[in-house]
């Protein structure tokens, strides 16, 4: 009976093919099964002998076959094991990793070069108060400035800020002067979409108050400022007067045309300079409007189109590009 089963053993591969034979062993009608029903039936004498060799037999059969269904348990873990087996000194598949955008990048590069200056970095809310963003800046509602840029209202008295100069505002109402602080962010105006607008775009505002500034200060800061953001000793900025109720004087500065240096080309439209920012010293009206006094501080602020930097430093010609996200263009 052991070699028959040893024989049948070879040849099986599955749990359930053991458990059938094991059937046929322990079963109703298995032969062990029989084996014992049989003991009735087998003289006293020799009752003991037969029963020894039957438990003999018997063990040897469920050893046999529990040592099969090792054999196989440990096979089926085996091929598992192989199937999810994983080369951890394999090479990776490759993969594209992301650029940090032109827009990101051009407030990064700025606030790098103004904090080695000294300025600090500050937040506030695109979602603003009308006081922060027309009134404190001397910009009353009656006042035609507020015409000037076009702003979306939202519910509860609440606008999107159309220029980072509320950051002003919170900042000085926080802070004692003498200050020095820079902030950028998403701004927004009811602006016809084109090349060079958007209807959200970027600034980056400047805040530097301290005891007799003057217009020489702004200026000499503009230059310095201007050169390392263009990366080049050669360039030059104009102040040209021009009105913001915030400002007094107010100023458009240009900067000489990095493309042509300044002789005329059709970048800066033959002009050789090209827009880049609103400045002034701050308005006294402004100052006592955060109860700073006049008298004893003066200041100066300026706001940049961090587009337009971005656009004239990489060269490129329609802002639209800036806000697609197609990866090509970003790479
Ligand atoms: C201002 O917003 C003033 N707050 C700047 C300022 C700050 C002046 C402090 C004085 C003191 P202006 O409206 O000119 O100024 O906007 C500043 C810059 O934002 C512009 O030079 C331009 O580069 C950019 N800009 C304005 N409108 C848009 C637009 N729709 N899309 C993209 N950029 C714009």
Known sequence: MIEELKEKLQSLSTI???????????????????????????????????????NELKQEIERLLNGKLDEIKKEIKKQEELKNWVDVTAHGAERSFGKEHLIAKTIRDIYEIFTQFGFTVVEGPEIEEPWFNFDALNTPEWHPAREMQDTFYLEDDLLLRTHTSAVQIRTMLKEEPPLAIISSGRTYR??????????????????????????????????????????????????????????????????????????????????????????????????????????????????????????????????RELYKNDIRFID
């Not at 004498?45 to 039957?54: D, L, S, T």
């Not at 060079?196 to 003057?214: G, N, P, R, Y």
């Not at 915030?246 to 300044?262: K, L, Q, R, T």
């Open 190 to 319: 009811k602006d016809e979409i084109d090349a060079t607008h958007s209807a959200m775009f970027h600034q980056l505002e400047c805040l530097f108050i301290d005891k007799k500034v003057t217009v020489g200060n702004l200026k000499m800061f503009l230059e310095q400022l201007t050169k390392k953001i263009f990366d080049n000793e050669d360039t030059k900025v104009l102040l040209r007067p021009s009105y913001f109720p915030f400002v007094e004087p107010g100023f458009e500065v240009d900067v000489s045309c990095m493309n042509c240096g300044g002789k005329g080309c059709n970048v800066c439209k033959g002009t050789g300079w090209i827009e880049v920012l609103g400045a002034g010293l701050v308005h006294p009206k402004v100052l006592e409007n955060v109860g700073y006094d006049p008298e004893k501080w003066q200041g100066f602020a300026f706001g940049v189109g961090v587009e337009r930097i971005a656009m004239l430093k990489y060269g490129i010609s329609n802002m």
């Open 16 to 54: 359930q093919e053991v458990q059938n034979i094991k059937a046929q062993y322990f079963g109703k009608k298995g032969q062990i099964t029989a084996l014992m029903k049989n003991i009735g039936r087998i003289e006293p004498e020799k009752k003991k002998e037969y029963g020894m060799q039957v």
